[in-house]
């Protein structure tokens, strides 16, 4: 078992930026892929990004190619998601999510076991 709390949403303008950390606990942190997803108002949860138990692959979506960075601190047991040239679509809530199937889908949310309460962001136009 793995516990997940996120934290660093917010509320931003549009072309600004914002950084979110997980903090995980219960668990050896590096037997996990660490991933973020995000959940719009009215919308489905989508897959955002993920970095490979070790730290050293890391996937995006499309949407957020280029724009944001995830990150793992092994020995802090943290990952983090540097987001940029934030816009008003990336409004949601973000989830932190962690599981040990590492040969299992990366993009897929039925993926992950572990979950966070999700964070709020805000980007204002």
């Known amino acids: 078992q793995v516990q997940l709390v996120e934290s660093g949403g917010g509320l931003v303008q549009a072309g600004g930026s914002l950084r979110l950390s997980c903090a995980a606990s219960g668990s050896t942190f590096t037997g996990y892929r660490m991933a973020w997803f995000r959940q719009a108002l009215g919308k489905e949860r989508e897959f955002v990004a993920a970095v490979s138990s070790g730290g050293g692959v890391t996937y995006y979506a499309d949407s957020v190619k280029g724009r944001f960075a995830i990150s793992r601190d092994n020995a802090k047991d943290t990952v983090h998601l540097q987001m940029n040239s934030l816009k008003p679509e990336d409004t949601a809530i973000y989830y932190c999510?962690?599981?040990?199937?590492?040969?299992?889908?990366?993009?897929?949310?039925?993926?992950?076991?572990?979950w966070g309460q999700g964070t709020q962001v805000t980007v204002s136009s």
């Open positions: 999510a962690a599981t040990p199937r590492l040969n299992r889908a990366i993009m897929a949310s039925a993926t992950y076991n572990y």
